[in-house]
């Protein structure tokens, strides 16, 4: 009876020592992820953050107005034609080639031009000897009808035939005058300073009257020659600012200034053509580059952002904001409405998300958590401005 005592004792005393073993492990792995937990949240640094590295969102004037397309044209372009018809003899010109005024460009073959001119000017000696024979007579049967030798029917017939020779020597003239000219019109001449725009044929083409040679502009005199659809045409006036871009010059601005509105849109497209002048001394160079802009005809007032304050995640947009509470300054995700590029400055309307005079970071990073704590750092020069004043005060 007593071993039985003593063995029930012993195997109580070993399931006791067994339970406190096997509960003391999991109190103690409870405890210490508990710890951790608490001092990973304690130690989580706050983000320091510099003032140049913030920005206050402010209220700035947005141009608005219709949508105007079009091409680059020069104001002065010539598309010279063959006025003879004749057989191009030399083309002394290339594309891209300057040119003054008078400068010889095509050279048409003369050979006949100039046999009708040499038959003209015979014709016009002969008519001129003719006339001053004719004078003659009528002169002298003149002087016989004074003195009753002659009858005044031989008279008149004399100053008939005067003045028919002075008839003919005009025609003749006329004819000397046309030739002259049609000689001139051989050689195809520039009709302003500028450059040749395009070559429309070579040595020995057959150039009739009419067909093109050859195309000349002044690169100096460009415009943008815009057209805006009908039902905004209301509020386009001369004298407003366009502000465009042309294909060719990417990441470039171009200011003008509308010039002219056309009377009556066009029958098919129902839109109206706006002639835009170039405003200030930049101007692209090169004819019929495409262009497109707005016509500022309106300007109000917007909040504005930069693009590297936005971030984009998928259709969405957001900054991040600094808020300012009784624990200190933390990051806010501030979701974003937005609205028009302000192609003048670059910066985007903000529809809602933002107040005027809010604090964003310029440009955030990609580990910023919304509610993190905000830290604003103190430039070097002023904590040593501070520091000194600090030590002079001591002293």
């Known amino acids: 009876m007593l071993r039985k005592t003593l063995l029930a004792l012993a195997i ?4 006791a020592a067994c339970g406190k073993s096997d509960t003391a492990p999991g109190a103690s792995a409870s405890a210490s992820a508990s710890a951790s937990a ?11 953050i510099a003032p140049e590295d913030l920005l206050t969102v402010q209220s700035n004037a947005l141009a608005s107005g219709p949508v105007i397309t079009g091409s680059i044209q020069p104001e002065r372009r010539a598309d010279l034609r063959a006025e003879v018809g004749a057989v191009v003899v030399q083309v002394l010109k290339e594309n891209g080639e300057a040119v003054k005024k008078g400068d010889l460009l095509v ?5 006949s031009i100039r046999d009708a001119l040499n038959s003209a000017d015979e014709a016009t000696r002969a008519a001129q000897q003719s006339l001053e ?11 016989l009808l004074g003195s009753g030798m002659v009858s005044t029917q031989a008279m008149e017939d004399a100053e008939t035939r005067r003045n028919n020779a002075a008839s003919d020597l005009a025609a003749a003239k006329a004819r000397s005058v046309s030739a002259r000219q049609q000689l001139t019109r051989t ?4 009709p302003f300073d500028g450059i040749v725009s395009e070559r429309k044929v070579s040595n020995g083409d057959t150039a009739a009257i009419g067909k093109e040679l050859i195309k000349v502009i002044d690169p100096t005199s460009m415009r943008f020659e815009g057209l805006v659809s009908a039902d905004k045409i209301g509020i386009v006036k001369v004298g407003q600012p366009v502000l465009f871009s042309v294909n060719g010059y990417p990441g470039q601005n171009f200011n003008g200034k509308v010039k002219r509105v056309d009377p009556a849109a066009n029958a098919v497209t129902r839109q109206v053509e706006v002639l835009v002048e170039f405003a200030g001394n930049k101007e692209p160079r090169v004819a019929g580059l495409y262009a497109e802009g707005h016509v500022e005809s309106a300007t109000s007032s917007a909040l504005m952002l930069p693009a590297s304050a936005m971030v984009q995640a998928g259709d969405n947009n957001y900054a991040w904001r600094i808020q300012s509470g009784p624990s200190g300054a933390k990051l806010v995700k501030a979701n974003l409405t937005i609205g028009t590029r302000d192609e003048r400055t670059g910066l985007w309307q903000v529809n809602s998300g933002l107040t005027s005079g809010d604090m964003v970071v310029r440009v955030p990073g990609a580990t910023f958590k919304d509610g993190q704590k905000v830290e604003l750092s103190v430039p070097k020069t002023v904590a040593s401005a501070t520091s000194a004043t600090s030590a002079n005060k001591g002293n």
């Open 12 to 15: 109580a005393s070993a399931l």
């Open 38 to 48: 608490s001092d990973k949240s304690a130690a989580a640094p706050k983000l320091l």
């Open 107 to 111: 050279r048409l073959d003369e050979t």
């Open 133 to 143: 024979q004719t004078e003659r007579m009528y002169q002298r049967q003149k002087t």
């Open 187 to 190: 050689s195809v001449r520039a």
